[in-house]
């Protein structure tokens, strides 16, 4: 099954959190916070959005910080997505 985003909504799959620190120190698991850093795993197509002009600029295969409480968690195939609009996503990774 194939997830495709409507309007200016993006699929996002989280990267997963460090569980060492640089400093070597293991991370227990109830302390960690999920991460807002994800991968754009499919972008819709844009186009014109509650009447106002909408014009992707994240591609598939970006890296993105997205706002803490965007979007929808959907599981598909056992795999883990948050879809969200694209004016949740706060940057880009380079």
């Given at each position: 099954?194939?997830?495709?985003?409507?309007?200016?909504?993006?699929?996002?799959?989280?990267?997963?959190?460090?569980?060492?620190?640089?400093?070597?120190?293991?991370?227990?698991?109830?302390?960690k916070?999920?991460?807002?850093?994800?991968e754009?795993i499919?972008?819709?197509?844009?186009?014109?959005?509650?009447?106002?002009?909408?014009?992707?600029?994240?591609?598939?295969?970006?890296?993105?910080?997205?706002?803490?409480?965007?979007?929808?968690?959907?599981?598909?195939?056992?795999?883990?997505?948050?879809?969200?609009?694209?004016?949740?996503?706060?940057?880009?990774?380079?």
């Amino acid at each position: 099954m194939k997830l495709t985003p409507l309007g200016d909504r993006v699929v996002l799959k989280q990267l997963v959190a460090e569980e060492t620190t640089k400093s070597g120190i293991v991370l227990p698991g109830q302390s960690k916070e999920k991460p807002q850093q994800a991968e754009v795993i499919a972008v819709g197509p844009g186009g014109v959005v509650d009447g106002k002009e909408v014009k992707m600029e994240v591609k598939v295969g970006d890296q993105v910080i997205y706002s803490k409480y965007a979007g929808t968690e959907v599981k598909l195939d056992e795999e883990e997505y948050i879809i969200v609009r694209q004016s949740d996503i706060l940057a880009i990774i380079q």
